[in-house]
């Protein structure tokens, strides 16, 4: 009756998960800024982009920057570019389009609605040496600018660099900068559908090294068209490249081939491991004095492998951190599926990861301290403590690193004091509170670990082991697999977070991610029973180790992508790219070792209640 009652506290306490990750998704979705979402806010969506002729629609600057550094942005203005004559106007941004790295500030061009201009100067100016070598170093370093009309992106080039190779002689490198833009609208009825930028290369000014005192004239033009896609869909040529065919049958290729691949590896142990169970199981069944003196094997550990692990205080905190960035995925796959990061949806995603991580500090503080007890732990308080600071911990300090960096550099991806500040009032505010809610929560629960065997007084001492048993193999044997059925779609997801593609797809990545879990669950529970089967009880920490592996495979992945098959260069992005990365796969680490140790509690459990433990 006691198991049973644990048992009902548990499925509670998860029915109270799922509750909150239904309440969460639900206010989301709500709140998105997604124009399918719900019909009123679709209504007042519309009214905001609906204009009149000769209406005036501002193009806003978000950043510029070289184009193989993502990372690397810098507000518009750094470079000499003429200014409105009313002044430069900065838009109030929402707290993810500033984690995004956008500062969005007014253009001197003036695109009014249906209003059509032509070579339109916006200003005239000599450019000094200063000048010359910004342009030339932007040019040089293949920068682009992005801006924002009637909240649709466009991006165009800075310049361009022509190569002379003359008869003799080293080959003399030309730059060119362009200084005239055409702007190509597209509109239906009152609404703004599509906009183009193009770059007029007959009017472009040489600021090569050898020219002194250029005067250049900045203009503009402005051509309106009509066309028949409607405001609805006017986000559907942005979505082109990801829905190719080409690349779609690439995703659906991967999927299969890791799906064939997971299901013969994992039914070729499954079928091992049933057998050599079975076999166990009869072995263990009989009641012969010889055969209990010849013990052998996991039974012959029984006492000892329910001992509980050293550093339990940092394990539940890594279960509880773990189970709450289990969850926080699942609430992000759900708005995704709702269509809530539609493409350049600027911060979206952002802002959904600092609130929900925020809303599901309970679960964290729940879970950690719930076991913590279980363990018999008394200091609860100090396990909380570590469960706050577990990830946010090392995560924040990696954060003033990068940022100062960026200060350093004067670019817009370092966070503003008062956006900082904004952030860790969210965690000293909610996240804390929440933690410590669940962790009393946790504390007072009656459940009980309901360990099947009794644990002796003394631990047993593990046999001499190979060296293929230690952790570091297993860890590798136990990492590769899972990895090898998500490394094609990290490729789409590096490129679409470190560079300018767009990754949309999410129920391709859900069921990648599914896949993921259930081959980590999988691989864990087969390593958990061979090292049991040598007489090895430790196997709290390894099964945790073991799940979490994968994220080392995938930082390892963060080296070949940079140097392969990106361009990205330089301090900066070099230090965002690995680490940013870091701290997302330490995050994996949580998770993913989370999967696999309850996984393999739950088959422990399994086979112990299964035989006669004495």
């Known amino acids: ?239 082109r490249f990801p829905l190719n065919p080409i690349h779609l049958e690439i995703h659906w290729f991967s999927i299969i081939n890791s799906c064939v691949t997971v299901l013969l590896l994992t039914g070729f142990l499954a079928t091992i491991l049933m057998r050599v169970l079975k076999a166990d199981f009869v072995k263990f069944s009989r009641e012969d004095a010889s055969m209990e003196e010849e013990e052998s094997g996991w039974k012959y550990i029984h006492g000892d492998v329910f001992r509980f692990p050293p550093s339990k205080s940092l394990f539940c905190a890594f279960v509880g951190t773990g189970t709450q960035i289990f969850f926080l995925s699942l609430f992000i796959f759900a708005l995704a599926l709702i269509g809530v990061f539609y493409p350049y949806n600027r911060g979206a995603l952002f802002t959904a990861l600092i609130v929900l991580y925020a809303l599901t500090a309970c679960i964290a503080g729940y879970v950690a301290t719930s076991y913590y007890v279980q363990m018999e732990g008394h200091g609860w308080v100090q396990n909380i403590l570590v469960t706050c600071f577990c990830y946010c911990g090392p995560f924040f300090c990696m954060f003033m690193f990068l940022n100062t960096v960026a200060i350093v550099y004067r670019s817009t991806a370092a966070l503003p004091f008062g956006t900082i500040v904004i952030i860790l009032v969210i965690w000293g505010l909610v996240t804390i509170p929440l933690t410590v809610a669940g962790g009393i929560a946790g504390k007072n629960n009656k459940a009980d670990f309901a360990a099947p065997c009794r644990t002796n007084k003394y631990p047993r001492e593990v046999p001499e082991l190979p060296w293929y048993r230690t952790a570091f193999p297993q860890m590798l044997m136990a990492g590769f697999l899972p990895f090898s059925a998500i490394y094609v779609e990290l490729y789409y997801i590096f490129a679409s977070v470190w560079g300018h593609k767009v990754y949309i797809i999410w129920s391709i990545l859900l069921i990648v991610y599914i896949i993921l879990i259930i081959v980590t669950a999988f691989i864990t529970v087969a390593l958990t029973y061979f090292q049991l ?82």
């Not at 998105?32 to 009214?47: C, D, E, H, I, K």
């Not at 609906?50 to 550094?69: E, I, S």
């Not at 090895?536 to 920490?541: E, M, Q, V």
């Not at 330490?586 to 004495?614: D, H, N, P």
Request: glycine content about 6%.
């Open 1 to 239: 009756m006691a198991q049973q009652g644990q048992h009902t506290n548990r499925h509670k306490s998860w029915a109270v998960g799922l509750l909150l990750a239904v309440c969460v998704c639900s206010v989301a979705a709500i709140d998105s800024t997604n124009a399918g979402v719900a019909p009123s806010y679709r209504r007042r969506l519309l009214a905001d982009h609906t204009y009149k002729q000769n209406d005036p629609v501002p193009l806003y600057a978000a950043k510029v920057g070289p184009f193989a550094n993502p990372s690397e942005t810098y507000e518009y203005y750094k470079l000499p570019y003429c200014k409105p004559k009313d002044g430069v106007r900065y838009k109030t941004l929402g707290m993810g389009e500033v984690v995004d790295a956008n500062r969005m500030v007014t253009t001197p061009y003036q695109l009014n609605f249906l209003v059509e201009r032509k070579g339109e100067k916006t200003c005239e100016k000599t450019l000094t040496d200063e000048d010359m070598s910004k342009f030339r170093r932007a040019v040089m370093d293949d920068w682009y600018f992005q801006m924002y009309y009637d909240d649709l992106p466009v991006w165009g080039f800075i310049g361009k660099v022509e190569k002379i190779i003359p008869k003799a002689g080293q080959p003399e490198y030309k730059f060119f900068l362009f200084t005239h833009i055409d702007f190509e609208v597209k509109y239906n009825g009152d609404n703004v559908v599509e906009i183009n930028v193009l770059t007029d290369p007959n009017q472009a000014v040489d600021i090569s090294e050898n020219t002194k005192d250029v005067k250049v004239q900045f203009s503009y033009s402005v051509k309106w068209t009509q066309t028949t896609i409607t405001f609805d869909d006017r986000l559907q040529r942005y979505e």
């Open 533 to 614: 089967a040598v007489e090895d009880h430790r196997w709290w920490w390894r099964s945790f180790l073991c799940g979490g592996s994968t994220a080392m495979f995938v930082y390892g992945y963060c080296f070949y992508y940079f140097y392969a098959r990106s361009g990205m260069s330089g301090f900066m992005q070099t230090s965002f790219f690995f680490g940013y990365n870091a701290m997302v796969c330490f995050g994996f680490f949580l998770m993913l070792g989370t999967v696999g140790w309850r996984a393999s509690l739950m088959f422990v459990r399994r086979i112990y209640q299964a035989i006669k433990c004495e």
